[in-house]
């Protein structure tokens, strides 16, 4: 059975930061392109950080520059660093297989930015 945890959301200031993890179980991780998605209240999920199997990543505009991705395929662990955070980064962020999901989701780990 497939099982993905995410965690290390809270609550962030504007441009502060916060590292998000996400621990996988029951899937063969190292060979899959993996991803971090968000879903805003009232708003669809989306896709905002790509990795592949060997680390390369792919950012929407949104959060290019900003959001970094990492993986440890040993640990079955993979991380998005959030920098200069803004407001309208607050989502629930979950993680994945990418760019077509799994039917599989974690509860997801909330994200909150504000003064």
């Known amino acids: 059975q497939v099982q993905l945890v995410e965690s290390g959301g809270g609550l962030a200031q504007p441009g502060g930061s916060l590292r998000l993890s996400c621990a996988a179980s029951?899937?063969?991780?190292?060979?899959?392109?993996m991803g971090w998605y968000r879903q805003a209240p009232g708003k669809q999920r989306e896709l905002v950080a790509t990795i592949t199997r060997t680390g390369n990543t792919i950012y929407p505009d949104s959060v290019k520059g900003r959001f970094t991705a990492s993986r440890d395929n040993a640990k079955k662990t993979m991380y998005l660093q959030m920098n200069s955070l803004k407001p309208e980064d607050t989502a629930v962020y979950y993680c994945?297989?990418?760019?077509?999901?799994?039917?599989?989701w974690g509860k997801g780990t909330l994200v909150t930015v504000s003064p």
């Open positions: 029951g899937i063969n991780f190292g060979l899959y392109t």
């Open positions: 994945n297989r990418a760019p077509n999901p799994g039917d599989y």
